[in-house]
């Protein structure tokens, strides 16, 4: 795994994404946790966790009144042309107001993450390890754009 | 017509680039097939049955001289000598070489043209009325809105990977020529009891499979909020449009699964909860916009009508069927059509091109416009100089009195060309071609559109013509569905199914004998559209398929 956070790269994270090897009840608030399992605890629980990952079908809306304890976000992209993700990372950030980390991860694709970071992603996890000169050379290559409030990253 | 801005060819130069090194990791093996084809679509380049197909796009339909000229110079240098006009007004080459693409493009982003989003599951290049700022029943020229559209929509960061492709027409007329009502969104610019002007929008049209008519979502959208309005309309689409099945991911079924009120409700919900946080503009930008779209100056209102209208007939059959009154009644507007006899429709070739340029320069104020229905315009003749464009079309051959009339059909490029096709189109235009190729019967008969499409996709908008021409598959033989009753204009109507698919040699005969049912029942000037929605399809059924039994 290797992550691309706020344009730095990193190899170790101290998420970790809670699966079926993992009991939920053993997972503390360091795991990240699907959607649908966080809206099926009740609240106590719920605020402790503080890292959630949403689904292309989920409805980023129902993060709506928990966003005080919650610092990350993961949008989870099964496949790279899905573009749900886009919108759901657009809404947290312009309507939801979050400001904590939004990661992209599972199918995510150096030609994909311009776009991404323009939709307000802050993190990438790539499954394999990129070629770090192409993203970087991805990330600085357009100095123009027509939409401006969907920001392009600093360049450089 | 607009002007790039260095800001625009900064954009565009890095957009070549970054198609150059995509282009270059795929080649390297870094980018798979499958990807590649994503990014490439989004290039404008398709892989078709015989080779790749670059779409290049003509935003709005509109096209500098200049740009013309590059147009055929790519024709000769990258191609086969020719190009092919599309029902969403780009130009299609069909033979260009993969590793011979980017500098393709780079040639064009010279003269401010490129191939961006004309393919792919994202929003399309926005289409208009081919007269527009030229006809005299408009309301607004729509096509300083269709550039804002344009900017708004390129690499959109949010909308490029919608469940499925997405087009976008405006008109600005009274009368449709953009076929708004079959469009995912259908723009039409009108007034209020208060004077203003906003946008009636349409959502949910489109032809493909299941064809749809567009229905109204908001009948006055003031212009100001027209940009957070389609992001809303965009953004309900992008989350909650299918995904999991090809030929229901279209807005035009969520539209329907939902009924139009729901689908109205959630674009509302959406529109209010994104306030101003997404793209605005200001009064400011808008008019900046507008002032790229001035009128054309005015001629002295004593400007001659060719004598030659009196004296030559073939000139006077040119003048009646392919030029239209502008709005300045020194001027004309000539359509230039691409149905002429032996040639497959809508190509022309690089000396055509280069012609239409260069008249473009001393009669249309070095502009030009492509069609829907797959034509040319030259928007603002001098009437006193009509003769002289008329013989220079002739010499091209390019002045086919045939606008509207039976031989102006629209065909897609069909199993010859297209991998998804399942049968041919240019035979079937050539038959009905050869078989009416007397004018003066074409002009006794009026309008009447013929529309051919090789297969369901219906790219040769079939369903919207006085008579559609469907090609269908039968265990690898071809045959042809007919429909009737279709019609684009301000009224869109879906054409209804005649009967019986027609073996590929009887096309034209069953034609001849539709036509035939029409002229006998027809009364007085009334249009083939008319005449289907008083008498039904029964009399011209009978007609057709007990001669043929």
């Known amino acids: 795994m ?8 990193s190899d170790n994270d101290a998420w970790r994404l809670a699966s079926n090897d993992v009991p939920l009840d053993h997972a503390d608030g360091s795991y990240v946790i699907a959607l649908d399992q966080f809206q099926q605890m009740d609240s106590m629980e719920q605020s402790r966790r503080s890292g959630i990952m949403l689904n292309p079908e989920d409805d980023v809306y129902a993060l709506q009144d928990h966003l005080q304890s919650i610092q990350l976000v993961a949008i989870n992209f099964p496949k790279y042309t899905d573009g749900r993700g886009y919108s759901q990372a657009r809404i947290l950030r312009t309507q939801l107001h979050f400001s904590g980390e939004i990661r992209a991860l599972g199918d995510v ?14 993190s990438f996890q790539f499954e394999a390890a990129p ?4 993203i970087q050379q991805i990330l600085t290559r357009f100095k123009a754009n027509y939409q401006p409030s969907y920001a392009l990253p600093i360049a450089g | 017509m607009y002007q790039y801005t260095e800001y625009d060819r ?6 070549v680039a ?13 980018i798979g097939e499958d990807e590649y084809k994503q990014l490439r679509l989004r ?3 398709y892989l078709q049955t015989h080779a790749y197909m670059l779409r290049v796009a003509i ?6 001289s200049t740009q ?4 055929g110079h790519v024709a000769r240098v990258y191609d086969k000598g020719y190009g092919h006009m599309t029902t969403r007004q780009n130009i299609q080459y069909n033979w260009p070489k993969l590793e011979e693409v980017p500098d393709l493009l780079s040639e064009l982003a010279d003269v401010d043209m490129h191939a961006i989003q004309t393919s792919g599951n994202c929003i399309r290049n926005t289409t208009t009325d081919p007269l527009a700022g030229a006809i005299a029943d408009e309301i607004e020229d729509p096509r300083p809105w269709c550039e804002l559209i344009r900017q708004w929509s390129t690499l959109h960061p949010e909308f490029n990977w919608l469940p499925r492709k997405f087009k976008i027409a405006v008109t600005g007329a009274l009368s449709d020529r953009a076929a708004v009502q079959v469009h995912d969104i259908g723009l039409r610019l009108r007034k209020n009891d208060a004077g203003d002007t906003g946008f009636e929008v349409f959502v949910g049209g489109g032809l493909g499979r299941t064809p749809y008519i567009g229905q109204v979502i908001n009948s006055f959208l003031p212009t100001q909020h027209l940009l957070t309005y389609l992001a809303a309309i965009l953004r309900v689409y992008n989350l909650e449009g299918r995904r999991d099945n090809l030929y229901k991911a279209r807005i035009k079924i969520l539209v329907n699964a939902m009924g139009i009120d729901a689908f109205r409700d959630k674009v509302e919900q959406a529109w209010a909860n994104a306030a101003d946080s997404d793209d605005t503009f200001t009064q400011e930008d808008i008019d900046a916009l507008k002032a790229y779209f001035p009128a054309a100056p005015e001629l002295a209102g004593d400007v001659q009508q060719p004598d030659q209208m009196f004296s030559n007939p073939v000139f006077n059959q040119w003048y009646q069927a392919n030029t239209k009154p502008h709005r300045d009644s020194g001027r004309r507007i000539v359509y230039v059509s691409l149905k002429a006899p032996g040639t497959p429709a809508g190509d022309l070739t690089s000396e055509q091109m280069e012609e239409v340029a260069n008249l473009a320069d001393l009669y249309s104020l070095g502009e030009i416009r492509s069609t829907h229905e797959q034509n040319l315009v030259l928007a603002h003749v001098p009437v006193d100089k009509l003769f002289e464009l008329w013989t220079a079309l002739k010499q091209a051959k390019l002045a086919t009195p045939n606008l509207g009339k039976l031989t102006d059909m629209i065909v897609c490029p069909g199993l010859d060309f297209c991998s998804l096709a399942n049968a041919g189109t240019l035979a079937i235009y050539d038959q009905i071609y050869q078989r009416f190729d007397n004018l003066d019967y074409l002009h006794e008969l009026g309008d009447v559109s013929i529309k051919i499409s090789g297969c369901m996709n219906a790219c040769g908008h079939h369903h919207i013509g006085d008579i559609g021409i469907l090609g269908v598959d039968k265990g690898g033989v071809e045959w042809y569905q007919l429909t009737i009753g279709g019609h684009a204009g301000n009224a869109a109507t879906i054409g209804t199914r005649l009967g019986k698919a027609i073996a590929k040699p009887d096309v034209a005969s069953a034609i001849e004998r539709l036509l035939e049912a029409y002229v006998a029942l027809r009364e007085n000037e009334e249009s083939f559209h008319d005449a289907v929605k008083r008498l039904g399809t029964e009399p011209f059924k009978e007609k057709v398929y007990d001669t043929a039994a």
Do not use: V
Request: net charge positive.
């Open chain 2, 43 to 45: 290039n404008g380049l």
């Open chain 1, 109 to 122: 694709r150096p030609d994909q993450l311009l776009f991404m970071m323009r939709a307000g992603i802050t």
């Open chain 2, 10 to 15: 900064e954009f565009l130069h890095a957009r």
């Open chain 2, 59 to 64: 935003p709005y339909g509109l096209l500098s």
């Open chain 1, 2 to 9: 290797t992550l691309l956070r706020n344009g730095e790269w």
């Open chain 2, 18 to 30: 970054e198609f150059r090194d995509q282009t270059e990791r795929h080649l390297a093996g870094e």
């Open chain 1, 131 to 134: 070629n770090k000169q192409t």
């Open chain 2, 68 to 71: 013309m000229r590059k147009l």
